[in-house]
């Protein structure tokens, strides 16, 4: 299921894209997807330890790929 229109253009980085997606959703995340016009793509945690687990995963998986943990206020 597409949850951003987007999805449908990522061309060449739709491997990376679904590569990350999949580790956020293996780790636990309760919904992971594509930002705004596809800048990010993030995932959504029930705890701030599993989101942190989540992005250092993500870094060994995707060399290039940034993670940050946020919260939502």
């Known amino acids: 299921m597409r949850l951003n229109s987007f999805e ?3 061309g060449e ?3 990376s894209f679904l590569n990350i997606r ?3 959703l ?3 995340a309760i919904l992971a997807g594509l930002s ?3 800048s990010a793509v ?3 945690y ?3 330890a599993a989101a942190e687990a989540a992005a250092l995963g993500v870094q060994q998986r995707v060399s290039a790929a940034r993670t940050f943990v946020a919260e939502i206020l």
Do not use: P, Q
């Open 42 to 44: 993030f995932g959504i």
């Open 13 to 15: 980085n739709t491997t």
């Open 36 to 38: 705004g016009s596809g």
């Open 8 to 10: 449908a253009t990522l």
């Open 26 to 28: 293996a780790s636990g």
């Open 46 to 48: 029930a705890e701030r």
């Open 22 to 24: 999949s580790t956020l």
